[in-house]
């Protein structure tokens, strides 16, 4: 059964950091693409950043190149967001989701959704 779990979210000042992580079960590691997700209150859903588990190739979206690292743990079917240098505008819920395989059309990434969109975990970054 496909499950997709995240953690690792919570209250930073601006400036800090936080790392999120999120395990993906019920797929084979290497068949698909995996991205981070967020939505703002009030503003539309945007990707991130998205990992080819096959090759390992990963894009991200302009705003958070050089703060956010995506990595993973293939044999734990595990990939983690590293967020640096956070912004109040990174506030938000973010939200890890498998895809068939990662589109990048105008900087915007998307992708087909392999599952579901499970609950997120909260990003709130304020002093």
């Known amino acids: 059964q496909l499950q997709v779990v995240e953690s690792g979210g919570g209250l930073v000042l601006p400036g800090g950091s936080l790392r999120l992580s999120c395990v993906v079960s019920?797929?084979?590691?290497?068949?698909?693409?995996i991205a981070w997700f967020r939505q703002a209150p009030e503003k539309k859903r945007e990707g991130i950043t998205c990992?080819?588990?096959?090759?390992?190739?990963?894009i991200y979206l302009d705003s958070v190149k050089g703060r956010f690292t995506l990595s993973s743990d293939d044999a734990k079917n595990t990939v983690f967001l590293q967020m640096n240098i956070l912004h109040s505008e990174d506030t938000g819920v973010y939200s890890c989701?498998?895809?068939?395989?990662?589109?990048?059309?105008?900087?915007?990434?998307?992708?087909?959704?392999?599952?579901?969109w499970g609950q997120g975990t909260q990003v709130t970054v304020s002093s």
């Open positions: 019920g797929l084979r590691w290497g068949t698909y693409a």
């Open positions: 989701v498998p895809l068939l395989r990662c589109e990048m059309h105008d900087g915007a990434i998307h992708g087909q959704l392999l599952a579901d």
């Open positions: 990992t080819t588990t096959s090759t390992g190739t990963t």
